[in-house]
T-cell receptor
C-alpha cells in the first residue's frame, strides 16, 4: 500500500499566485517524520523541511509554509507568491521509526510549473 | 549544504558493459543509500548501508551491487548493463542516530543503456 500519497500530479500557476501541494500519509508508528524535498530540473533532491510526529506546529520559512495535521494525516506545503525558480518536482516523504527503521518512503511527486 | 558527490553525471553506454557509479560524501555520515528514479516518477530505494562492511538490499529489486569499504564511499556496480537499467540513480547519506535522519542527496547519475 502506498504510504505517501500526493494526489496532484501536476500544477501550473502564473507567477505570484499561491500554490498548495497536498500530501497524505499512512503509518501505524507513533514516532515518525515527514519531509518535503524539491527536485529542480538539474536533478538533485534538495531538503526543505522535516517535521516529527509530536510537533504539529505549522512552520513558515520565507515564502514556504507547511501545515501538519495528524487528525487528517496530512502534511501540506504552500508556496506563497510563486516565482519561476519554484518550478520543480516536489516530493513528500515519510520516515517511520519502527516499521521502516527511519528509511524514507516517497510519494510520487507533484510537478509545479510557474509561468512568467 | 550537502557535501555528497556523484560521478559521472551522465553516462551513455552499450548493452553488456560493466559500469560503476561513484558516490562519495565528506560529512562523515554512517548511513548511505542508493535510489533509482525513472523520469517523472517517485524514488525507489535499491540499496543501503549503515556503515563500513554493511550493505542491504532495498525495497526495489535491482541487479546492481554495492560495496562499503570506506565510510565516505558507496559505489554501485552493474556487471552487465541492459536497456532496462536506463534510469536516474541518486545517492544519499544521513547520520547514524535515528532521530538525525535527514537524508542529503547527490546530484544523481543519469544512465542510458543502448
Amino acid at each position: 500500500a502506498q504510504k505517501v500519497t500526493q494526489a496532484q500530479t501536476e500544477i501550473s500557476v502564473v507567477e505570484k499566485e499561491d500554490v498548495t501541494l497536498d500530501c497524505v500519509y499512512e503509518t501505524r508508528d507513533t514516532t515518525y517524520y515527514l519531509f518535503w524535498y524539491k527536485q529542480p530540473p538539474s536533478g538533485e533532491l534538495v531538503f526543505l523541511i522535516r517535521r516529527n510526529s509530536f510537533d504539529e506546529q505549522n512552520e513558515i520559512s520565507g515564502r514556504y509554509s507547511w501545515n501538519f495535521q495528524k487528525s487528517t494525516s496530512s502534511f501540506n506545503f504552500t508556496i506563497t507568491a510563486s516565482q519561476v525558480v519554484d518550478s520543480a518536482v516536489y516530493f513528500c516523504a515519510l520516515s517511520e521509526e519502527k516499521t521502516n527503521d527511519y528509511k524514507l518512503s516517497f510519494g510520487a511527486g507533484t510537478t509545479v510549473t510557474v509561468r512568467a | 549544504e550537502a557535501d555528497i558527490y556523484q560521478t559521472p553525471r551522465y553516462l551513455v553506454i552499450g548493452t553488456g558493459k560493466k559500469i560503476t557509479l561513484e558516490c562519495s560524501q565528506t560529512m562523515g555520515h554512517d548511513k548511505m543509500y542508493w535510489y533509482q528514479q525513472d523520469p517523472g516518477m517517485e524514488l525507489h530505494l535499491i540499496h543501503y548501508s549503515y556503515g563500513v562492511n554493511s550493505t542491504e538490499k532495498g525495497d526495489l529489486s535491482s541487479e546492481s551491487t554495492v560495496s562499503r569499504i570506506r565510510t565516505e564511499h558507496f559505489p554501485l556496480t552493474l556487471e552487465s548493463a541492459r536497456p532496462s537499467h536506463t534510469s536516474q540513480y541518486l545517492c544519499a547519506s544521513s547520520e547514524r542516530q535515528g532521530r538525525s535522519n535527514i537524508q542529503y542527496f547527490g546530484a544523481g547519475t543519469r544512465l542510458s543503456v543502448l
